[in-house]
């Protein structure tokens, strides 16, 4: 079967290394799913989940990046993320907290941090809703 090799890098570790049947992840003008042969792309990332699924279609993990990078070619996928969190280690209730928190105040770093904690409870939403 095709796979493709896929790296998830954080500023401080590689966090995913394998080959893989398939990736999403967040670009910056919508997900990106990527097989095997894919062209090769480089995008920045928005928000959002990076899911990875093995040659059977069932998902392997996903993580949530706060932004980055992602580069693509026929045979690899390499993402350099900003920022990451395993989803299945999010826990709804600090999520939402961190959004109370950040709403009350108004400062300008602020704003992109609650963009980002609520795309969070999105990720965190999603995963939920469709493991039911």
Do not use: W
């Not at 997900?31 to 059977?56: A, C, F, N, Q």
């Not at 826990?91 to 907290?97: C, I, N, Q, T, Y």
Request: proline letters at 4%; one cysteine or more; a negative charge.
């Amino acid at each position: 079967m095709a796979n493709i090799s896929f790296d998830l890098v954080s500023p401080e570790k590689l966090l995913f290394n394998d080959k893989v049947g398939m990736i999403i992840v967040p670009g910056k003008d919508g997900d990106l799913g990527i097989l095997p042969g894919h062209s090769k792309v480089i995008s920045t990332l928005r928000p959002g989940r990076v899911m990875i699924y093995g040659e059977d279609k069932n998902l392997l993990k996903s993580f949530f990046v706060s932004g980055g990078f992602a580069e693509i070619n026929p045979e690899k996928c390499i993402v350099l993320a900003e920022n990451v969190d395993e989803l299945s280690y999010l826990e709804k209730s600090l999520v939402e907290k961190e959004i109370q928190q950040l709403e009350s105040q108004n400062e300008m770093k602020t704003n992109e941090q609650l963009l980002i904690a609520k795309a969070k409870l999105d990720a965190i939403n999603f995963t939920f809703y469709n493991t039911i």
